[in-house]
């Protein structure tokens, strides 16, 4: 069964400083993995998808991340944290037709 | 706006009353899901609708749970006698046939049992 662990529930950066958020996956067979983000009352924003192209995804805001498969991890990575920044971030795998979620990475930044 | 919308945004209901959440996907989009979020958890897939058919359901929807999207466009939750344990954020997805083009959540319809 697919499964995901975010090895992290909170990260703190400094402004301008980079960000590291943490997945590891579980999947019997080549994944399709995402990251979510979710701002304080908002819904659910698609940052970047691994879909058995490129291993380095390009996301939105200045967001990338790698995916290993020797490691089967999917960290998602930033050279510069901006105070936007702030929320809750979700490594997804999917599953059949469905999406398993991980357990979520609150990420603070501070000035 | 050419997201996914939900409907209501909150919804605050009392102990063994039902309720029913709307969500309208995008018009292109012939799949469509349910997410049940709880507080400081990721969301859990609920069920999966294909056109009109709904073809999976997860084990997390018990019997008052209900789901319907009749005419393949919009869908409906419906929970019945509601308990205090169904307070969550209720999550609708949709997407094209194709895992390429991700799927696009709405904002969701926070439900609080008292």
């Known amino acids: 069964a697919q499964s995901v662990t975010q090895l992290d529930s909170h990260v703190s950066v400094s402004e301008g400083t980079p960000v590291l958020l943490r997945c590891n996956y579980s999947s019997s067979y080549s994944p399709s993995l995402f990251w979510y983000v979710q701002h304080p009352n908002k819904g659910l924003q698609l940052l970047l998808k691994?879909?058995?192209?490129?291993?380095l995804v390009k996301g939105i805001n200045g967001f990338e991340a790698e995916f290993k498969k020797s490691e089967t991890s999917f960290h998602l990575t930033k050279p510069s944290a901006h105070m936007s920044d702030a929320a809750e971030y979700f490594c997804v795998v999917e599953y059949g037709n469905k999406l398993v979620f991980g357990a979520g990475t609150i990420l603070r930044v501070k000035s | 706006d050419t997201g996914v919308s939900q409907d209501p945004r909150h919804k605050i209901t009392k102990r063994g009353q039902n309720v029913t959440f709307r969500c309208d996907p995008i018009s292109e989009h012939n799949r469509l899901y349910w997410y049940r979020q709880t507080l400081g958890q990721g969301p859990e897939f609920l069920t999966y609708f294909q056109n009109e058919a709904q073809l999976e359901k997860s084990r997390l929807l018990s019997d008052r749970f209900s789901a319907e999207r009749p005419k393949g466009s919009f869908s409906t939750l419906e929970i019945q006698r509601t308990e205090q344990g169904d307070s969550a954020m209720y999550l609708c997805a949709s997407s094209l046939p194709t895992r390429y083009y991700g799927y696009t959540f709405g904002s969701g319809t926070r439900l609080t049992v008292v």
């Open positions: 691994y879909t058995s192209a490129a291993t």
